[in-house]
């Protein structure tokens, strides 16, 4: 066969079986397209690899910036703060570094809509230090309206109706971000205080 299999193989990366190609029953574009299957299952398991790492890569963000705005940070001295905070900017320089891409193919109003709920979004987290109990309760209606279970509260309306005008993957990607969130709200007594 002329395709070049070792050159989707690569290193270590995935095995494509040729030999279901080699078949002599099957025309050449049959084998052709069972090629074009296996790599297409490749190619979506390295988007959710790589989407698992941009993941990992924002939880790792958020956790440097809880320690930026820790309360914690302003019981040290003036020297030992300084040092945290260093350290944190060295931290988050060499996490600058890592970049992970997975494009997510939207059309005006899928933009739209994703503006719309990162907005909202924007909002809980500006809010979370004014008022945590009154975010607690707004970011747990986002949750709500991202999930079809009557189970999980009274939803919001207005991010009901910007997440549904989102691609699956968004809306994915904001409840994982919501719930991290809220995870966040229920700890920060713990992170932000010397009880």
């Known amino acids: 066969m002329d395709v070049d299999t070792m050159a989707i193989e690569s290193a270590s990366g995935p095995h494509i079986d040729d030999s279901l190609t080699s078949e002599t029953d099957k025309t050449p574009k049959d084998r052709l397209l069972d090629l074009l ?6 190619v979506e398991r ?3 690899e790589a989407g698992k790492l941009e993941e990992e890569r924002d939880t790792l963000y958020t956790t440097l910036d809880t320690i930026r705005n820790s309360d914690l940070l302003a019981t040290l001295d003036l020297n030992d703060r300084e040092d945290i905070l260093r350290y944190c900017e060295r931290v988050t320089g ?3 570094t890592v970049e992970v891409l997975v494009h997510t193919n939207r059309d005006r109003i899928q933009e739209e809509a994703l503006h719309q709920v990162n907005s909202l979004i924007d909002g809980l987290v500006i809010s979370i230090k004014a008022d945590p109990s009154a975010t607690k309760v707004k970011c747990m209606s ?3 309206a991202c999930s079809s279970s009557t189970l999980q509260g009274i939803s919001d309306k207005n ?3 910007a997440i549904l005008g989102c691609t699956l993957d968004d809306q994915k990607r904001i409840r994982k971000r919501l719930q991290g969130l809220l995870d966040y709200m229920n700890q920060e007594p713990i992170i932000t205080g010397l009880d």
């Open 37 to 42: 299957d296996q790599v297409e299952i490749h």
């Open 46 to 48: 390295l988007r959710k």
């Open 94 to 96: 060499r996490c600058l």
């Open 142 to 144: 986002y949750m709500a």
């Open 159 to 161: 991010f009901e109706t």
